[in-house]
């Protein structure tokens, strides 16, 4: 893992593949690159993790009922979809005893999917399932820079890099649209975050 690493070096860092001469002291301080970046910088980091599914940031958590029954049927359980999902990868039985994990030979899928329900009043994504007592196995966000392996670092650092050459070339504006289209990809992948999620092998 890269060691100390912050949002700070990772926006001189994309500076410097630039070329640029002046790099940031603080972030945010008010300058244009800090300003880019603190539009684009948590939103580039989530795309990234939806396209990279990088280790680190793997998560397997129980997940919680939304609604009993559900409101989807023939779907046995409606869970709530973690808050800090950014794909999800697996739903997956908890096993059958306390330290006890699910049959790794064992190739059945793990039918999800997932929807949007009106609960209580507010439209809330769920995950829909046959699996009593579901694990969901997810892209989480709720990561720091402190835990990016070299790989994911360098991605991040081309990605801002690809939008500081456009933003300090006079053209801010572009900052914003490149990374509204790539939000607008990224949506479209997670629409079909569904069907068979197969037991980890």
């Given at each position: 893992?890269?060691?100390g690493?912050?949002?700070?070096?990772?926006?001189?860092?994309?500076?410097?593949?630039l070329?640029q001469q002046?790099t940031?002291t603080?972030?945010?301080n008010?300058?244009t690159?800090?300003?880019?970046?603190?539009?684009v910088?948590?939103?580039?980091?989530?795309?990234?993790?939806?396209?990279?599914?990088?280790?680190?940031?793997?998560?397997?958590?129980?997940l919680?009922i939304?609604v009993?029954?559900?409101n989807y049927?023939?779907?046995?359980?409606?869970y709530?979809?973690p808050?800090?999902?950014?794909r999800?990868?697996?739903?997956?039985p908890?096993?059958?005893?306390?330290g006890?994990?699910?049959?790794?030979n064992?190739?059945?899928p793990?039918?999800?999917?997932v929807a949007?329900?009106?609960?209580?009043?507010?439209?809330?994504?769920?995950?829909?399932?046959n699996?009593v007592?579901?694990?969901?196995v997810?892209?989480?966000?709720l990561?720091?820079?402190?835990?990016?392996?070299?790989?994911?670092?360098?991605?991040?650092?081309?990605?801002?890099?690809?939008v500081?050459?456009m933003?300090?070339?006079?053209?801010?504006d572009?900052?914003?649209?490149?990374l509204?289209?790539?939000a607008?990809e990224?949506s479209?992948?997670?629409?079909v975050d569904?069907?068979n999620?197969?037991r980890p092998?």
């Open positions: 893992m890269p060691a690493l912050d949002q700070q070096t990772v926006i001189n860092e994309a500076l410097n593949l070329g002046k940031i603080a972030f945010p008010g300058t690159p800090s300003n880019v970046a603190a539009i910088y948590a939103p580039l980091v989530n795309l990234l993790l939806r396209e990279m599914d990088p280790a680190f940031a793997r998560f397997t958590v129980p919680t939304a009993a029954p559900p049927p023939p779907w046995l359980y409606e709530l979809y808050s800090d999902c950014m999800l990868r697996q739903v997956r908890p096993g059958t005893g306390t006890s994990l699910p049959d790794v064992d190739p059945s793990i039918r999800a999917n949007f329900d009106v609960i209580s009043a507010t439209v809330t994504q769920v995950i829909l399932t699996q007592n579901a694990l969901a997810y892209t989480s966000n990561i720091t820079e402190a835990q990016w392996d070299s790989v994911f670092q360098d991605a991040m650092v081309r990605r801002l890099g690809n500081f050459a933003a300090l070339g006079g053209r801010p572009f900052a914003r649209t490149i509204e289209e790539s607008a990224a479209m992948g997670e629409a569904e069907g999620f197969r092998h």
